[in-house]
């Protein structure tokens, strides 16, 4: 397995995974146009945050996207990790264990991570169950919304 940053040749396969994610967990469809636009403005804009993909005999099996949010009360970033999706056929293989281990190695190398967070839906037992299983634990704060209409 090879885990690296993604690059613009990867956009179809993020895209397409980011729509299965969307469809599984919530059941959303995405329109295609707007999600792809997105992909492609955090691939050219590192400041934003970056995609990592694990790589099984050369086809991608697995991504996940971190975005950063400024902490100005610990002078670092918060990753946030968003938009994890592995292929059905490749679950349960420690393929997220691996990709979140390398998001922690990068932030290490930086000097630059604060903390890990990430949202998981309520229900979603056995997601919250794996990133307990990687020390993560779940936070004291809620997180309230409103959308832009």
Excluded: C
């Amino acid at each position: 397995m090879l885990i690296r940053k993604a690059t613009p040749q990867d956009l179809a396969d993020i895209v397409a995974f980011n729509q299965a994610m969307a469809f599984e967990t919530e059941g959303l469809e995405l329109d295609g146009a707007v999600l792809q636009r997105g992909v492609q403005t955090l691939l050219a804009q590192p400041s934003r945050g970056f995609y990592l993909v694990a790589e099984q005999d050369g086809n991608i099996a697995a991504s996940l996207m971190v975005t950063f949010e400024w902490s100005d009360w610990r002078a670092k970033d918060y990753y946030w990790i968003q938009s994890v999706y592995v292929q059905p056929a490749f679950r349960r293989q420690g393929l997220y264990r691996a990709l979140y281990q390398h998001v922690k190695q990068l932030a290490l190398e930086k000097g630059s991570a604060a903390s890990f967070r990430l949202y998981v839906e309520q229900d979603n037992l056995v997601a919250q169950s794996t990133y307990q299983a990687l020390g993560m634990e779940q936070s004291h704060y809620l997180m309230f919304e409103e959308k832009v209409k």
